[in-house]
């Protein structure tokens, strides 16, 4: 490989409109922290970018849905995925995001030198436009009957039951679902960057000089190419994101594709005055992680952009990882089927080390992987806990015991000592192989094959069976296997950054340079040791059963709310207002003969004493509910049920099964208290 100058390391901009979850960290986070924690501990010049992703229209839907603004939304969320990210140790050097001014002006200007450049063809095509919202509706915004299923309320780009893909004017009867109209197709216009005139350069540089990517990476890549690529669009009708600074293109954004990206060079150069040394130079290696759902924006679209605008230097490589599920099922932020970040350290406080060996041991690297708890637990207990815990619990205990903490001479080495050293270069040089070409999960298996084989000499050389008649010799055992240990805080690192820390504190070392790892001489004889601690801790299975539990509640709550009847159209609050409301105390009970649902109630409603019937017999027995206080329509006109006059109507909560539950004050009020 070429001997660079320089590291630019980029990880996917998370979207924000949601937290992250574990699906996030085991695809992009956890591989980029570990490999430029690999490059600052070899004094590498290394940038770490990435920031919050906070244009789109999932953001405006959510904003709508909630009543906020989009602003509030992002802020929402930046502030928690940011959180989550410096709790975990994934240590950016910037974590910036796209709403920033900078951003805005970076997005803009690289627009507009592909634009002046000629390097966007301008196309006219009908889009759904919403005639009372007056704005052009993206697909999320348009509804209708699915084609193929028959669905009410399939999406203008997805049906999420049938699952097919659809366009907006595939659906029958579509429906704005920003004011319930019915849109008309109108005429507008974008910019597209036509990736067709790319496609050669991109076919010569990925197929033919890119081998060395992932074949998971290399094949997507592959397949995008030869089915031919087409123009893509760079703008759309939008009022959230950065404004096309072109005159006449009011009311248009940039595509949040577009400059997503981008936001990689704004997130250096907020903090980074030599930034283009970074960007624009051969001799840096830039590296992009991020999922598979990622892969052709940045090995095909980013790329021509930077092509197009000439003076950007390309990805080295792009490590794309596929996708984790959760207990065999799909991470989806929708469903809420996903571990949060957030709350696994409420859960498991202090252990993100924990989560960061299980989701590296079990990265979804080639192919599709799965996160259980059953897997968490046995990882923890059977590698963590017995495996790398225990041989450094046991070196330190035995050192403090034996020495009182301060570090034994040691004698001659013995064969069997000179193998347990000569591992530790060994496990060095097969972690390095394999980080070089971002096999994580490889890297960290050999880290723990050597807690593994200095538990194997532990057995071997049975120092606590020696110390009577043999002290001399234990010196030299201990001797070595802390060497063992101050070499795995080294070797660990890149992974169990906060585990590694700790070891250095029991060891009394400072923080520790790669090129140290294999020195078998890092330990002095005659320094000090400090009183050990466990480095882990059982995870009991009551604690497994509780995060099963939770998942499968999360289940069951979504099962019933698929059930729940979509929100009605929208009203104006006069329509409101001409329902009036109030609270009604019932003063009298009774089942209507040869009905089954129906009780004749008299209630004081504070204006009057009145009867109303309500269809309420199957839920309530009359001598239940005198005296209850209720809400009562009184303005409904009156109607007359089975002979008997019915003035008002009282109000009931129904659930998804049909039963009706009254809906009161929440503690007792005034008769004909007003309802608002
Ligand atoms: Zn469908």
């Known amino acids: 490989m070429k001997d660079f100058k320089r590291y630019l390391i980029t990880a996917a901009l998370p979207y924000a409109n949601g937290p992250v979850h574990i699906g996030h960290l085991a695809g992009v986070y956890i591989p980029a922290d570990i490999y430029v924690r690999y490059l600052r501990m070899q004094a590498k010049d290394v940038v770490f970018v990435c920031g919050s992703d906070e244009h789109g229209v999932p953001i405006t839907i959510k904003a709508k849905k909630e009543g906020i603004t989009p602003k509030d939304v992002v802020d929402r969320y930046h502030e928690i995925i940011k959180k989550s990210f410096s709790d975990f140790g994934i240590e950016f050097d910037n974590y910036s995001r796209t709403s920033s001014a900078l951003h805005h002006k970076v997005s803009s200007d690289f ?74 197709l109108k005429e507008t216009s974008h910019w597209y960057l036509p990736l067709d005139k790319h496609e050669a350069f991109l076919k010569q540089w990925i197929l033919e000089e890119n081998k060395h990517w992932k074949v998971n990476v290399y094949g997507q890549c592959k397949s995008w190419l030869d089915q031919g690529l087409q123009p893509r669009a760079v703008s759309r009708d939008l009022d959230w994101g950065v404004p096309v600074p072109v005159a006449g293109a009011e009311g248009k954004v940039l595509y949040v594709w577009f400059d997503a990206p981008i936001g990689y060079i704004s997130a250096t150069q907020e903090i980074r005055p030599d930034w283009e040394t970074y960007w624009k130079n051969d001799d840096t290696r830039m590296l992009h992680f991020i999922g598979k759902d990622n892969i052709v924006f940045h090995c095909i679209v980013f790329p021509s952009m930077l092509k197009a605008h000439g003076d950007y230097i390309l990805p080295e490589n792009v490590p794309a990882n596929e996708f984790l599920n959760l207990e065999g099922d799909k991470i989806s932020t929708s469903r809420n089927w996903a571990v949060w970040l957030h709350e696994y350290l409420v859960d498991f406080k202090d252990q993100q080390d924990v989560l960061r060996y299980v989701l590296t041991a079990n990265a979804p690297e080639t192919k599709d992987n799965d996160f259980s708890w059953k897997d968490f637990q046995a990882r923890n207990n059977n590698e963590l806990l017995a495996v790398f815990g225990n041989f450094v619990n046991r070196v330190l205990v035995l050192t403090s015991k034996y020495y009182g903490g301060v570090i034994p001479q040691p004698n001659d080495l013995q064969d069997i000592d000179k193998a347990i050293l000569a591992e530790i270069g060994n496990a060095k040089k097969l972690i390095e192989e394999n980080l070089e070409i971002f096999r ?27 110390q009577k008649e043999n002290p001399e010799r234990v010196k030299t055992i201990l001797n070595c296997c802390l060497q063992v240990t101050a070499n795995l805080a080294i070797l660990f690192e890149p992974f169990l950054p906060y585990s590694s820390k700790k070891i ?83 003063l009298e009970a009774e089942k209507v003969p040869n009905t089954t649902k129906l009780m004749k109630l008299k209630l004081d409603t504070g204006i009057d004493q009145r009867t109303v019937v309500s269809g309420i017999a199957e839920h309530y027995k009359a001598e239940e509910i005198i005296g209850k206080q209720v809400c009562i329509l009184v303005n409904l006109k009156p109607r007359t049920l089975k002979g008997i006059e019915s003035k008002g109507m009282i109000l ?12 009161s004050p929440e503690s007792v009020t005034s008769n004909g208290a007003d309802i608002r």
């Open 440 to 466: 994580f999960r490889d890297a960290l298996k050999e880290a723990m094959n050597l807690a593994r084989a200095g538990n194997k000499y532990l057995t071997d050389t049975e120092p606590w069976k020696l």
């Open 111 to 184: 627009f507009k030198t592909l634009y002046e450049k000629g390097e966007f063809i301008e196309k006219t095509t009908e889009q759904y436009f919403d005639p009372k919202a007056q704005q052009f509706l993206a697909d999320r915004y348009i509804m209708g009957t699915c084609p193929k299923c028959g669905n009410e309320n399939a999406y203008g780009d997805q049906c999420e039951k049938c699952g097919s893909t659809l366009s907006p004017t595939e659906l029958i009867n579509p429906r704005s679902t920003i004011s319930g109209e019915k849109p008309l």
């Open 652 to 663: 009931m909560a129904q659930d998804e099964n049909g039963v009706l539950k009254f809906v």
């Open 504 to 586: 250095r504190s029991f060891l009394q070392l400072d923080s520790q340079k790669w090129s140290d790892a294999g020195n078998c001489e890092i330990m002095k004889a005659g320094n000090h040791i400090k009183e050990p601690q466990l480095l882990f801790r059982k995870i009991e299975d009551e604690e497994i059963a509780a995060q099963i539990e939770k998942l499968h509640k999360t289940k069951a709550e979504q099962a019933k709310t698929t059930n729940v009847a979509p929100q009605k159209q929208e009203i104006e609050f006069d329509d409101f207002g001409k329902m009036d409301i109030r609270v009604g105390t019932i």
